[in-house]
C-alpha cells in the first residue's frame, strides 16, 4: 500500500507517516478470532507531519483536542470485520473523516436580536400573570 490518503483537495497524508499495527479483535467469534490479528491500529502524528503546513498543523491539533495525545498522535481503531484488509480501509476512512471535518472552515455566527413583537409579548404575559396573582392576594386576606 503506497500513495496517500486524499483529504481535501490540496492535503493529502501519505500512507508512510501512517503507523499500522495488527492485534487480535475482542469479543465473540469462535476460533477465527482467537488466531487472527484483524484489529487494526493506525496512529498518524500530527504535530511532526509533513503533509501539512505549520499554520494548518496547529489548527488541526487544537480542533482534535483529546483526540491528540501527549506525543501529537492521532489513534484509530477498527475491528469491526473479519478481515485485516477490510478494517485498515475502515480506520484510514475514519481517520480521512476526522481530519476533514477538523480542516472545515466554520460559518461564523451572527448573533439575532429578538423580535420587538416577542419583547412585548412576553412582558404584557408577565403583567397579567403579575395582575392575576395580586387579584388572588387579596380576596384571600378580606
Do not use: C, Y
Not at 36 to 42: F, V
Not at 80 to 106: C, F, G, P, T
Amino acid at each position: 500500500m503506497s500513495g496517500s490518503l486524499e483529504v481535501t483537495g490540496g492535503v493529502s497524508i501519505p500512507r508512510d507517516e501512517l503507523i499500522v499495527r495488527a492485534s487480535r479483535s475482542g469479543g465473540p467469534g469462535g476460533q477465527h478470532v482467537n488466531k487472527t490479528a484483524t484489529r487494526i491500529e493506525l496512529h498518524w502524528n500530527v504535530r511532526h507531519s509533513a503533509a501539512l503546513p505549520t499554520e494548518l498543523r496547529d489548527q488541526l491539533a487544537e480542533r482534535l483536542g483529546g483526540r491528540v495525545d501527549t506525543d501529537g498522535f492521532v489513534r484509530v481503531v477498527a475491528s469491526e470485520h473479519r478481515s485485516q484488509k477490510l478494517n485498515r480501509d475502515a480506520a484510514e476512512a475514519r481517520l480521512v473523516e476526522m481530519i476533514r471535518r477538523a480542516l472545515a472552515v466554520r460559518k461564523k455566527r451572527v448573533p439575532t436580536r429578538t423580535p420587538r413583537k416577542a419583547r412585548e409579548n412576553r412582558l404584557s404575559e408577565k403583567r397579567r400573570h403579575s395582575e392575576r396573582k395580586r387579584q388572588r392576594r387579596g380576596a384571600e386576606s378580606d
